[in-house]
């Protein structure tokens, strides 16, 4: 299974454009997702860059209001809607679990790329909003009666976020009966690797939670349009029951979020610490537990909203014990280094600062799952930091970090190590500049979604500005050493990190059929004694 | 594996129920290096869960830099050629299972006490109605007087009747430590204590469309005689406000009753939020020598001449975005006001050369 045994993905299938948006080879589709994705992503930042050269100085405006409201509600629906939840499962998912599983391709190639082209047009009709009677200005959440009573077009952006729903849902199907059905002969489900375990837990998700967010949205264009009162107290509605129903999805997204992240992770650490991942079934089962009670905890949004005094508790209670199932996968990977051989190579520089900022995400989580602090800190910049921390810091650097680590096998070449270390370094400290700064003005009190702010809050606002420069300059660093690749980097080997996983069996980048022969699998995944990879 | 480890078991329990306690107790120690919030009633207890929890979080994030760095540095490539191929310990799992789980509960339960006295009024509690409105806050006392700023006596409980009028807002006090929604159709209640005689600011903390950001005002605290004084005159000046212009006034002096009920109002009624009386722009026009003035508005995406008079005033305030003046967002809700209020706010409005 080398280079010779045959052509690589790129040089089979139909020539041109074509051969990419019609393919239902879940690497091309794969790698439509990364295209698009970037591209919304640097949309993404552009934005968040804008939002804070506003928030600078207090009192000095570059936009007015209404701008900034629509900046930051497209910030929140791209990053959110088009980056982070399509995120990891989506480009590396798609890519990847075919090669890790031993299978040709995911187990409904057609509608793998029916999904794609969801994702597509969702995205297309969130842009026109900017073309027809303007950009929306609630915010990702959409909160009513706020989003009812809005001039601007809230209906498109609504159903356009109700089509990417759809995306999602069939992705997360898609996956989850690859993994019941496709696994190379011979892999049980503990000698899955665990990215696909992430890939599980959050298919489910995707299966059962993104629909309760489409009927919601759909209720929204309901009473927008037919003005039937829902959720609009002028017409019998209640506000309320829309934050309810909204959570209910959106709070298990963040799992849909983050585990596919936590996946990317557990196969990370154990390849540059040269040895078997430390207690694979609690990492595997955590990712169940996580997906499970994640669903019991979407009131902690809604601690100051007027749910009742018992509701609060309750859920408060049930968001503390989420926070256990994660504290057990960061304790297996901080024990998977131990005794070790380990390589620091980029992708395990953005593991282990995942593992540093997500923990700083994660027990900023506790300080609002504890119901006194919250009441304070709920709808401050202390919230933005928070999931910046966990979303950015978390999802975002697990996503470099794939990249990082995939990029030899889907491109078939390697990037310099040097300017990625030195990308990642500048990503790092710009992102810490950038973000802790809010932890601190929101204890103060400086509420979110506010485009200028009392004078008592500008140190932390202008450090946080200077960090974006920082973190884009990093970010500019990335995306430079790794375009430069594609082109000029060397040929990359068919295991270039030496890794146990079945995708580096097959060659950088593989053939259209995946593996010249179906692979029949006797080890564990990570059994890198037995693969004749380290000295045992 | 699992008999070896069992008569450890109580020990180790005591073990985190102490660690836990001497997080606390650092909690306190690193309270008072930062300073106690002294402003509320509950504000000092909220701090205290907020630095024992961020403690707790410091050495546990500590823990796993320090473990993480000394594992790159000591089991590093060229060091340890033959790593050691550990696949797992179940006693560890179970206590790093466990422990977390005795310090979140203990976290949960600070959290809940601080809560629960967030919630629980006291019964000799002073009562202000909230209306929240795109973007202002008006307070309704006990005795009908309205006010913009929440005037309250030092050292009394306080229990405020959240609601909103349009758009969900959130009445948030930072330095009390209190918020909680206005929801329009419901009502909501938060009460606080203010404890010194100051000034501390009100902020909206539920977005709530282009005036969010300036949607303040503030909580003033008074020796408790000067509020009762402040609260005595507040009420006498509204009824010589209430009472029917007297006929037998001369012109002039009839418009200058109506224009200072009609200033009155323009303050309470939140009209102030977006339009000034200097001249200078906010999210609505001035209203500074705008009576009488032709000026260009939008009508149904046309623009159009009008002239500012009685009859285009009172339209602007019950279907605000009917005509819009040129270079301003079709912002404005739909003021609930009486056609006598509406008369006075147009002869403040006329009276403003």
Known sequence: ?536 | MAAAGHPRNPAAWLKALGVVILLAVAGVLVEMVVGVNRYSDFGAQVDHTFWMIVLIAALLLGGIVVFMVYCLVVYRHDRVEVPVQVEGNWWLEFWWTVIPVVIVLGMFWAGYEGFRNMRTVPKNAMKVKVLARMWSWEFEYENGVHSNVLKVPVGTPVRLTLTSADVIHSFYIPHFRVKEDCVPGREGYMWFKADEVDTYTVMCAEYCGDGHAKMMTNVVSLPREAFEEWLRSAAEEKKAMEEPVAEELSPEEKERKMAAAGEKLYNVKGCAACHSVDGSPRLGPSFKGIYGKKVRVMTGGKAREVLVDDAYLTKSMKTPTADVVEGFQPVMPPQNLTDAEIEKINTFIKSLK
């Open chain 1, 1 to 536: 299974m080398t280079e010779e045994t045959g052509k690589s993905f790129y040089e089979t299938g139909r020539p041109g454009i074509r051969g990419w948006i019609f393919s239902t080879d879940h690497k091309r589709i794969g790698l439509l997702y990364l295209t698009s994705m970037l591209t919304f992503f640097t949309v993404g930042v552009c934005l968040g860059l804008t939002m804070r050269l506003q928030l600078m100085f207090p009192g000095h405006s570059i936009v007015p209001a209404h701008v900034y409201n629509s900046l930051y509600t497209l910030h929140g629906v791209i990053m959110i809607f088009l980056f982070v939840i399509p995120g990891l499962p989506a480009v590396f998912g798609n890519f990847m679990l075919p090669l890790m599983l031993g299978a040709e391709d995911v187990a409904f190639p057609r509608i793998n790329l029916l999904s794609w082209w969801l994702f597509v047009t969702g995205a297309g009709l969130a842009l026109l909003t900017i073309f027809f009677g303007g950009l929306p200005d609630t915010g990702w959440t959409f909160y009513a009666p706020y989003s009812i009573r809005s001039g601007q077009n809230v209906s498109l952006a609504v159903f356009a976020a109700f089509i990417l729903g759809f995306s999602s849902i069939l992705t997360g199907l898609n996956f989850v009966v690859t993994i019941h059905r496709l696994r190379a002969k011979g892999m049980g489900w503990f000698k899955m690797p665990l990215f696909a375990w992430g890939l599980y837990a959050t298919g489910w998700i995707q299966i059962l939670a993104t629909p309760v967010v489409g009927i919601t949205l759909l209720l929204i264009l309901v009473e927008r349009i037919f003005h039937i009162g829902l959720f609009d107290p002028t017409i019998g509605g209640d506000p309320v029951l829309y934050q309810h129903l909204f959570w209910i999805y959106s709070h298990p997204a963040v799992y849909i979020m983050i585990l596919p992240a936590m996946g990317a992770i557990s196969e990370i650490v154990p390849t540059f610490s040269r040895r078997t991942i430390f207690g694979y079934k609690m990492i595997a089962f955590s990712s169940m537990a996580i997906a499970i009670v994640g669903y019991l905890v979407w009131g902690h949004h809604m601690f100051t909203s007027g749910m009742s005094n018992t509701a609060r508790a309750v859920f408060s209670l049930l968001t503390f014990l989420v926070a256990i199932p994660t504290a057990v996968k960061v304790f297996n990977w901080l024990a998977t280094l131990y005794k070790g051989s380990i390589v620091l190579q980029t992708p395990l520089l953005f593991a282990l600062s995942f593992i540093f900022l997500f923990s700083i995400g994660g027990f900023t989580g506790l300080i609002q799952g504890a119901l006194s602090t919250d009441i304070h800190l709920h709808d401050t910049t202390f919230i933005v930091a928070h999931f910046h921390y966990t979303m950015f810091g978390g999802t975002g650097f697990a996503f470099f970090g794939a990249l990082h680590y995939w990029f030899p096998k889907m491109f078939g070449r390697m990037y310099k190590e040097k300017p990625a270390k030195l990308g990642w370094l500048l990503m790092f400290l710009g992102f810490n500049f950038l973000y802790f700064p809010l932890f601190i003005a929101g204890f103060m009190g400086q509420p979110r979604r506010y485009y200028d702010y009392l004078p008592k809050f500008a140190v932390p606002n202008l450090v946080s500005t200077i960090g974006s420069w920082i973190l884009v300059a990093g970010l500019i660093v990335l995306a430079v050493n790794l375009i430069r690749a594609l082109r000029f980097g060397e040929k990359a080997p068919a295991n270039p990190w030496k890794a146990a996983t079945l995708e580096w069996e097959t060659s950088s980048p593989p053939p259209l059929e995946n593996f010249v022969e179906p692979p029949v699998v006797t080890q564990g995944p990570y059994d890198f004694v037995g693969k004749g990879l380290v000295k045992g």
